[in-house]
């Protein structure tokens, strides 16, 4: 039996790193957003053995380092199942792009082959072997709007955004994760900038609110496997923290506070009504949630090490805010970047004039969370 499977792309909504943990990983704290872009998957399960893995883009593996390949592996010893299983992936997402590509890919093959085997693991399961396979697979078994803390394996659905035009652009330059995080690590060794003389929001310092990472309109079950006590850093999310003005420049723990408290003061206010700066968030308004977010001030701190490395991608953010970007910013550690657009046409005409400059542009939308999963079926 042939299955197929759409496998959409996610941007991430601010990013904050923290620091390096024992197991070599470092800890971030994020806001995942799935979009309409998407590779397609096709799994077929025939009779015989052995996992293949076919497609036309040469920098996509074909042996057991695909987390396509993983995934499935690990899939067939859970359920117990046998059979040749061939994954054909037709990639129109970049390779190192920063949108997921390679980890949609896999939890799209692990949709497909429960399809195609008429098995289904648990939610609990299908989660386990995820964060397995690698840190962004979680997020793409959610869906929509999605909390990331941990190494981002650890994820939480929050409250849909509402649907909002965005623009990609994927220049022709590959990023290494791994470089990245090295490079971050030496300019942290390096010791802190001189601080800010910019003064922080005085109503982002007064307040102390709660993040509640279970506000999803669908419940999901398995978030956490049973037996795994909730990590400090998951408490604290849920406790919300108090800005604090310091006189000196924050180090790396202070800086995940700061997102944490943006993301609490953000939610907080735009799903109660609480008043922020002398305005009230309605939906349905003119005033999108998407916008209030990023202009809490969240940034990727990715941009630091990745943008000046790679002079193309700063060019790259100018032309998507000269475009008319309401908000412009790298995804996960790049190479792709997008803009967050008010409206459709605004995104359609600025993806079109950006490739009339010869950028690789592509106007798409965000996906709620009801429209990942409709779609995800091809």
Known sequence: MSVTVRSFAKINLGLRIGARRQDGFHDLLTVYQTIGLHDVIRLTVERGS?????????RVPYDESNTCHRIVEKALSVLGAKGRVLIEIEKRLPVQGGLGGASSNAVAALIAL??????NLSASERLRI???VGSDLPLFLIGGTVLGIGRGEEVYPLEDLSAMACVVVTPEVGVSTPKAFVEWDRRQAQGPKPPSSKAPDAALKRRSCTLDPECG???VAGLRPAGQPRSARSRSLRAGWTAVPTLTSPATSDRMSELSLELSAWLSESFSGAPQSGRRFRRGRAEN????????????????????????????KRALEGAGAKYASLSGSGSALYGLFARRERARLAARRLRQQ??????TVTLMRRQYWKRIIA
């Open 50 to 58: 052995g996992i293949e893995i076919h497609c036309t883009d040469s």
């Open 130 to 132: 995820a964060r397995e």
């Open 114 to 119: 429960e399809r195609a085997l008429k098995k």
């Open 289 to 316: 949630l998407l916008l209030a977010l990023v202009r809490t001030g969240i940034q990727n701190d990715f941009e630091q090490v990745v943008l000046p490395e790679y002079p193309e991608l700063s060019e790259a």
């Open 358 to 363: 010869g950028w690789e542009a592509q106007e």
């Open 217 to 219: 309109e669908e419940q």
